[in-house]
């Protein structure tokens, strides 16, 4: 397809029913506002100066957040650091995996994510992920006999089937680490998503549900777990001391560990805490978004959105959908087409080195392909669809992506009439 026809397209007004006076793209880019008590304390650490973590005696800012959030999860340990990836690199360290330990992976997930697990000296073992984007469970079975951790992504928020997951992974003794970076808020029987397994990683970069630009955050009942990832992350001394942690689990460790320097400072726990009150109205809301327009998609032929699983209550801030019927050049068009109407669509197989492509994982060495994975990411498209747009706008980009699809194969149907 030429790109002189692609933007010869002409999208009928009929495709904008819902709000005939949005006429314009909505900015799916921004962030929201960074609330203003956030604000208020960022001015008060920046005048003292006092943005260590381990600087005040007691109630630092990153100590308030830990306590928080344990308190949000239900767990009974937190610990916040630098980034999610950072978290998963903590958590691989404190489970005390030995150099060359095997960690099932999804293979649809960040680079980041085997990357941690090199970083941790273990060595990622790629798992089949079906068109759903979940994990691939005949091949997640078929490959833990010779694995000593399990580490899930929720990639996007899509919950793999954890009561399975953790059957099959308690049968067989080996940890879990949830990757919780885009599942904040999402529940599943009820259990909040990050407390199912051993430990859970949530990120607080910028295109997640709560923003500090960057930080992460581990969350735990194991005491010794934490006390191990504590020291690890930085709490270097006595500084264990500060976290509200059983001392007995920490004093065996002492001196006893690498400090890798992981924190995070009191900056980043200032501009956090207040949105841990915004949570629920940005799940409400973000549900509400993806849903309106997974409504829409799912009704027109050229689209197909994979429904939750049964025990799945999600938290969306993005959504995902396959094509249906679409050649690698249809799919070409239709994200052009979407473009040109302000609505980006990154198409992951397709964009050139995108981190979620496992093929761009070079720095694995040769991995075995998966066809599976390789076959959705050639057809997943991601939108991004954040908690703070209104049903018009989120209407506007629905209509757009119809318009799109329609664009490029109405045409090649009218062709093929001719
Ligand atoms: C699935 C997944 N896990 C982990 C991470 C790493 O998060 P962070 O940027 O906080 O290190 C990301 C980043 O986007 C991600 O998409």
């Known amino acids: 397809m030429e790109r002189s026809q692609i933007s010869c397209y002409r999208i009928s007004e009929t495709h904008f029913r819902e709000d005939k006076n949005m006429t314009s793209a909505p900015n799916s880019h921004d962030a929201e506002p960074i609330p203003a008590e956030a604000r208020a304390e960022v001015e008060r650490l920046l005048a003292t100066g006092d943005l260590f973590r381990y600087t005040a005696a007691s109630d630092s800012p990153v100590t308030l957040l830990e306590r928080d959030f344990a308190q949000m999860m239900g767990t009974k340990y937190a610990l916040a650091v630098a980034s999610c990836s950072a978290a998963l690199f903590l958590s691989l360290k404190a489970l005390g995996l030995k150099p060359g330990a095997r960690v099932l992976i999804p293979a649809f997930t960040f680079a980041a994510v085997p990357s941690a697990v090199v970083h941790a000296d273990c060595v990622p073992v790629l798992v089949e992920v079906g068109a759903n984007y979940r994990i691939d469970l005949a091949d997640f079975e078929a490959k833990l006999p010779d694995a000593d951790a399990v580490l899930i992504s929720h990639m996007r928020g899509h919950t793999s089937d954890m009561d399975a997951i953790m059957a099959l992974a308690d049968a067989a003794g080996l940890p879990v680490i949830e990757d919780a970076a885009h599942s904040l808020g999402t529940l599943w029987g009820g259990r909040r998503i990050g ?3 051993r430990v859970g990683c949530f990120s607080f970069q910028s295109y997640k549900l709560v923003n500090a630009g960057e930080g992460g955050i581990l969350v735990t009942d194991d005491a010794d777990l934490i006390a191990r990832a504590v020291i690890m992350s930085g ?11 059983l001392h007995a689990a920490f004093a065996r460790w002492q001196n006893k560990l690498p400090l890798y320097n992981n924190r995070l400072n009191n900056l ?15 799940v409400r809301d973000g549900r509400r978004n993806h849903d309106r ?14 429904a939750p699983l049964g025990p799945e209550e999600r938290a969306p801030d993005s959504i995902q ?8 050049a249809d799919t070409r068009a239709f994200a052009h ?35 599976q994975t390789r076959a959705m990411l050639m057809r997943a498209c991601d939108v991004r669809l954040p908690a703070r747009l209104t049903l018009a706008e989120c209407d506007y980009v629905a209509e757009s992506l119809v318009a799109a699809a329609e664009a490029v194969m109405g045409s090649k149907q009218a062709k093929a009439v001719a």
């Open 195 to 197: 407390t199912i397994g």
């Open 235 to 245: 709490a270097y001394e006595h500084n264990w001391k500060k976290h509200p942690v």
């Open 268 to 282: 980043s726990a200032a501009i956090i805490r207040p949105q841990l009150g915004e949570i629920p109205r940005r």
């Open 293 to 306: 327009v997974a409504a829409r998609l799912d009704a027109a032929p050229w689209f197909s959105v994979p």
């Open 321 to 328: 959908f396959n094509l249906v019927g679409l050649t690698g």
């Open 337 to 371: 087409a979407a473009a040109g109407m302000g609505v980006p669509v990154q198409v992951f197989g397709l964009s050139a080195d995108n981190a979620r492509a496992y093929w761009n994982w070079e720095f694995l060495g040769p991995q075995p392909d998966l066809p």
